[in-house]
């Protein structure tokens, strides 16, 4: 028996659904996949913390407590486990996909719009162990950059599958990381938009309702498993005088610049890992790095794994000032240096956490200054976590988006857009880059494409194509061939199959070398010139073909020919720059 072949399903499934269908059906599966994905994952993290701790979560604990498994070893534990979390996580990731290690994002952010929305399956099951582990043992990361990568390499792969163009493609790997953000916060609606604002760029409507789709279904299938609970007890929101709108603003301010402080000393301790571990084997590199972030977790377990409990605990005014603010440069540190040494996990729950214990001790200065605000530590936590975030990531719907969904407090939405915009225009005027952009621009890569960029990302070929040129017959001979090309004005013309399906083209170029032959030339037909140039699908996108015609000087465009083999149009150079220039 041969091997398993995909080709009888992939049939069926072209026959059965057409056009957008397939892309609509396939973001309800990927949302599903995702859904159960992240609940194998948060079981993932939480074994892996319980082996290396004997907790579900250690950094909810108080003190130094001893692991069950080694007491001898007392509070101690923290500084070797990381080490041992680095010696089984450094040679999979460094073996079997590079690409799993760091925070995620960038990753798939790189895929989207530089390699057509495809992602290797076995980045998935390497990013989930790996993640687990590193978190399981004291990486002070969080688990929704991990899930965004499993989820889009999830929907990468099933796109793939069924043979999806590269537009869909990149919509389904989309699907698969607000599925993604939906599953991880128990938050749909911000699982839409961070696909939407970070990944695609692009809110048409053709994209928001599959993303809405697949979000939805990962969102249903992690409330039936894990219920309808927010992922944090937050405190209810209040604002006790309007003048409190004034120092908002100034926590906006604060925000901006701690979001670009954050993503600055991120890659400044990258870089010094870099430097330190120089021509040493990489997959050491965690078990080395980890003993120096076990230090950090022995002198504040506070910073152990996501640290959610802590988080909730600022939020709530648990901390002293002075602790809220070693909270804030502890989670800086920690969560660097966890991504330096070549850890897995986020950057996303860390940026929350910042946010919060920045707010938290703000809103302790304020009560001091200002007695009216007195007892308002939660109320400035909740608005610096969104400000933090979209400083970093400068996603201002996306962070607004989560900090409501979180709370369910509509009188939040005023003061933290209010912060949320300071934080991101101060983030823009001191930073070229996001804490996810820099990432890839450190590696001479570029997704930002401005304006025309994202035009040609976010239309489609069939919008701009025109009508193909009238074919020729592939049994004429040079000359025949020679004056209908003449009569046409063009370069090239296609050549069909008597059935219609698009065989080539024969350019004036070939013709004219096979007639200046000595040999005669009326033995031939143009059947021998036939080129088969690359074509384009109606469903790309103006940014993936753009390279193919550039290339196709020759013959004047690129054929769009559909998956059936059908010729629908050609598309010209002249047509791409038109819609760069011509839309506002």
Known sequence: ????????????????????????????????????????????????????????????????????????????????????????????????????????????????????????????????????????????????????????????????????????????????????????????????????????????????????LASVTASIVGRSILGDHPFLSLPTFTIVNPSEFTLFAVLGLAAGLTGVGFTKVLYAVEDLCDWAWRGKPEWLRPV????????????????????????????????????????????????????????????????????????????????MVFPVFAGQTGTFA????????????????????ILFELTGEYSIILPLLLAIVIATGVSRLLSRDTIYTLKLRRRGVSVDGGPGGILLHSTLVREVMTDAPDPVSSRLTPAAGARILIDSGKRALPVLHSDGTFIGIVTVAAISDSLGNDDDSSAITLSALIETPPAASPDDTLDSVLDRVLAASESDGLPVVDSTGMLRGWLTLTAVLRTVTARP
């Open 382 to 401: 909740l608005v610096g976590m969104g400000a933090v975030f979209a400083g970093a990531t400068r996603a201002p719907i996306t962070a607004a988006i």
């Open 1 to 212: 028996m041969g091997p398993l072949s995909l080709e009888p399903m992939r049939t069926w499934f072209n026959r059965i659904l057409t056009g957008s269908a397939r892309l609509t059906f396939m973001s309800v599966v990927v949302g599903a996949g995702v859904g159960f994905g992240a609940v194998a994952f948060r079981w993932l993290v939480a074994t892996a913390t319980l082996i290396f701790t004997g907790t579900v979560d250690y950094s909810a604990s108080v003190g130094h407590p001893a692991n069950p498994w080694v007491p001898w070893l007392g509070g101690a534990f923290v500084i070797v486990a990381p080490a041992i979390g680095g010696l089984l996580y450094g040679p999979l990731v460094n073996k079997f996909a590079p690409e799993a290690r760091g925070h995620g994002v960038p990753e798939v952010m790189y895929a989207i719009t530089k390699r057509g929305g495809r992602i290797p399956g076995k980045v998935a099951i390497v990013k989930s162990l790996a993640s687990a582990i590193t978190i399981g043992s004291g990486g002070s990361v969080g688990r929704e950059g991990p899930i965004v990568q499993i989820g889009s390499a999830l929907g990468s792969t099933l796109g793939r599958a069924v043979r999806l163009p590269e537009s869909q493609l990149r919509t389904l790997v989309a699907c698969g990381a607000a599925g993604a953000i939906a599953a991880t916060f128990n938050a749909p609606i911000a699982g839409v938009f961070f696909a939407l604002e970070l990944l695609l760029r692009d809110f048409a409507a053709r994209s928001f309702g599959v993303v809405v």
């Open 288 to 367: 080395a790095g980890g003993l120096v972030l076990g230090l950090v977790l022995f002198a504040l377990p506070q910073m152990y794994g996501v640290g959610y409990p802590v988080l909730e605990k600022g939020v709530q005014g648990g901390y002293a000032l002075g602790f809220v603010a070693l909270l804030l440069v502890g989670k800086v540190l920690a969560t660097s240096l966890t991504i330096g040494i070549g850890g897995s996990g986020g950057v996303f729950a860390p940026s929350l956490f910042i946010g919060a214990m920045l707010g938290a001790g703000f809103g302790d200065v304020a009560g």
